[in-house]
Nanobody, 117 residues
Framework: VQLQASGGGLVQTGGSLRLSCAASGSIFGIREWGWYRQVPGNPRELVAAITSGSGTPYADSVKDRFTISRDNSKNTLYLQMNSLKPEDTAVYYC????????????WGQGTLVTVSS
């Protein structure tokens, strides 16, 4: 499985971006498909995810601003980010977790989002 993330860039405070994560390969038993982000010196944190049995969790800091969605026909995950703030600046990673007896975890290469004040 390969994950190709795109859509990051530089945006001003209050602006919007849409991240995409295209998955290719043998995909099955998805237990989680989501976005995480990381800033230097901090652990990677969940932003939002679509899960098989635990709903669609969002980080409190992005609720009502970010929306995660999925296009099954294109095997693509999206993250619509609105009302961006400087504290949203991070490298955003796409994660795909699958389970079929054993678990599999795949990460995309990361896409940088920079929000200027």
């Amino acid at each position: 499985v390969q994950l190709q993330a795109s859509g990051g860039g530089l945006v001003q405070t209050g602006g919007s971006l849409r991240l995409s994560c295209a998955a290719s390969g043998s995909i099955f038993g998805i237990r989680e498909w989501g976005w995480y982000r990381q800033v230097p010196g901090n652990p990677r944190e969940l932003v939002a995810a679509i899960t098989s049995g635990s709903g669609t969790p969002y980080a409190d800091s992005v609720k009502d601003r970010f929306t995660i969605s999925r296009d099954n026909s294109k095997n693509t995950l999206y993250l619509q980010m609105n009302s961006l703030k400087p504290e949203d600046t991070a490298v955003y990673y796409c994660h795909l977790g699958m389970a079929a007896g054993i678990t599999y975890d795949f990460w995309g290469q990361g896409t940088l989002v920079t929000v200027s004040s």
